[in-house]
């Protein structure tokens, strides 16, 4: 039992030290992108805010547990050489064909995680199905945000490659929590994309147009402030060691707004997903769902309907290509 207490506990540290976006960040950004939709669906996310806000966290959790979710965090795009953006194709099985699954997955897979939970959300709202429609939802957010995270689209990933062990936490959860109430969220209306996996790659090129900032700026910094980097907070009964707020501050102003950009990025970008998917799914009626719940063979059948219809529009287009 003593073990298990330790072993949670260690976790738990694990999480609040790499906290990536932090739960703080995570939470914020997917309860701020209900607000970019519009009528015919707000009422159905705002109905579920709670939950969207805290499943947003889900996917980080599920790191330790299930083999296959690591990846889906992050893509180091620099493992890829010069020219990167250009080289690695941007769909999946061309990609996988150039470079094999597994090296794909040794270096991350998140804009084609995010292409995947886009068509999984595009098909639970042609099902109606509540309970998915929120769940993936929720964690289509959280993988959106993930993009949007510098650090997340390198393999110096935590500066240890540079001697900054520590600025993936530091950048993107202890700037979010000291700093995020100052931010402006508003990211305005969600628009429809044409094409979600480009617009998923998109996202991860602007953040890492970021990365040599993001490690330069802090390096130039840490030299400057010396012992003064550090404090100590306590956090319950533990007293732990922090980049100081003094650092934190000057830090954040030396970014210019950076960390406050690209989490209206995320958010702006998690309603447009969000609309894409319920308009290319044909703008089901998400108010009804809000009080009625479908039995689950009712979402059984509409299944292998859509399953159906697939399949037919693949023959369709078989025959006229
Ligand atoms: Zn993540």
């Not at 042609?126 to 957010?141: C, F, M, T, W, Y």
Request: hydrophobic share 40%; with cysteine; net charge negative.
């Amino acid at each position: 039992m003593k073990k298990i207490t330790v072993v949670l506990s260690v976790i738990l540290l694990f999480l609040i030290l790499c906290g990536f976006w932090g739960f703080f960040g995570h939470q914020r950004i997917n309860r701020m992108a209900v607000f970019t939709l519009p009528p015919g669906m707000i009422g159905f996310y705002k109905h579920h805010i709670a939950y969207i806000t805290e499943a947003s966290i889900n996917p980080d959790k599920r790191r330790f547990t299930v083999v296959d979710e690591a990846p889906r965090h992050y893509l180091d795009i620099d493992h890829y050489g010069d020219s990167a953006f250009h080289k690695v194709p941007k769909y999946w099985t061309p990609a996988v064909a150039l470079y094999s699954e597994d090296t794909l997955k040794a270096y991350g897979i998140l804009p084609w995680h995010i292409n995947v939970m886009y068509y999984r959300l595009k098909d639970a709202m042609a099902v109606g199905d509540p309970e998915k429609i929120i769940r993936i939802s929720a964690e289509l957010g959280h993988y959106i945000a993930d993009a949007h995270v510098p650090l997340h689209t390198t393999e110096n990933y935590n500066g240890q490659l540079t001697g900054q062990e520590g600025i993936h936490a530091f950048w993107e959860s202890r700037l979010p929590e000291l700093f995020a109430d100052h931010y402006d969220f508003f990211a305005g209306k969600a628009q429809h994309l044409a094409n979600p996996q480009l617009a998923a790659w998109k996202a991860i090129e602007q953040s890492h147009q970021f990365v040599d900032s993001v490690l330069c700026i802090e390096k130039r910094l840490s030299a400057r402030f010396g012992e003064r980097k550090f404090s100590f907070e306590t956090k319950g009964k533990q007293t732990v060691k922090v980049y100081s707020q003094e650092y934190a501050r000057a830090y954040h102003e030396i970014l210019d707004g950076m960390v406050e950009h690209q989490m209206r990025g995320a958010i702006k970008m998690i309603g447009d997903f969000w609309y894409t998917a319920w308009i290319d799914a044909g703008q089901p009626d998400l108010d009804k769902l809000i009080i009625y719940k479908p039995s689950e063979e009712e979402i059984q059948q509409r299944k292998a309907e859509l399953e159906e219809w697939k399949k037919n529009q693949l023959q369709v287009r078989d025959h006229t290509e």
